[in-house]
């Protein structure tokens, strides 16, 4: 299986995949753990490059960076451990490009979308994990935690707003679960479970 995990900043991604990944190890998956960017040796400097480089970085110059990291990670990471057998749980994946530099940044969806999907050769999630939470609340729930936010992290409302309600459209394929965020952690975790076990029982039979 492979499944990701997407929404804006702040809404909890992190803790539940942790959670999934400690409930399918118990269940005896072999599991692989990543996130975008920086699954990779390489996508730790382009991470570096994204996240904490002093200095703007030109939108279009922006997506071809994230689609750079995706591309090497699949190529590197989750095609070689979807091949051995491995279920893999990534922080974030192609749609998050689509929402943050396509909507957010004001360049064109279809053609972030086409080149995030060139640069994983289409490989396509089996399950992707939308949690949903207003902008607002998300970005009081990140300053909550007291940590330094990053270049995209210090980004006013509305470009979070933006990539939402980009999230929210593209959700409407099949592949997602759209989870309202305010609930209660244990809660959302038991959905998720729910959705995942449901997808691997259609995959063993």
Do not use: C
Request: glycine share 6%.
């Amino acid at each position: 299986m492979f499944i990701t995990f997407e929404g804006i900043d702040g809404v909890g991604k992190s803790t539940q995949l942790e959670l999934l990944e400690t409930w399918l190890r118990d269940l005896g998956h072999d599991v692989v753990r990543t996130l975008e960017p920086g699954g990779t040796e390489l996508g730790k400097e382009i991470r570096h490059l994204l996240l904490h480089r002093k200095g703007d970085i030109s939108p279009r110059a922006e997506a071809l960076l994230y689609a750079a990291d995706r591309a090497h990670h699949v190529a590197t990471k989750i095609k070689p451990s979807l091949a051995q057998g491995k279920t893999v749980l990534s922080d974030r994946y192609f749609d998050s490009s689509v929402a943050y530099q396509g909507a957010a940044r004001d360049l064109k969806v279809d053609e972030v979308r086409d080149i995030s999907l060139w640069a994983v050769d289409n490989l396509m999630p089996d399950l992707t994990i939308l949690l949903d939470l207003a902008a607002d609340q998300a970005i009081l729930r990140r300053n909550k935690k007291g940590t330094v936010p990053d270049r995209l992290e210090r980004e006013e409302v509305a470009f979070f707003e933006s990539a939402r309600d980009e999230y929210l459209r593209r959700a409407k394929e099949a592949r997602f679960l759209v989870i309202d965020a305010n609930m209660a952690v244990d809660e959302i975790q038991e959905l998720i479970r729910t959705r995942v076990s449901q997808l691997s029982d259609s995959g063993s039979s």
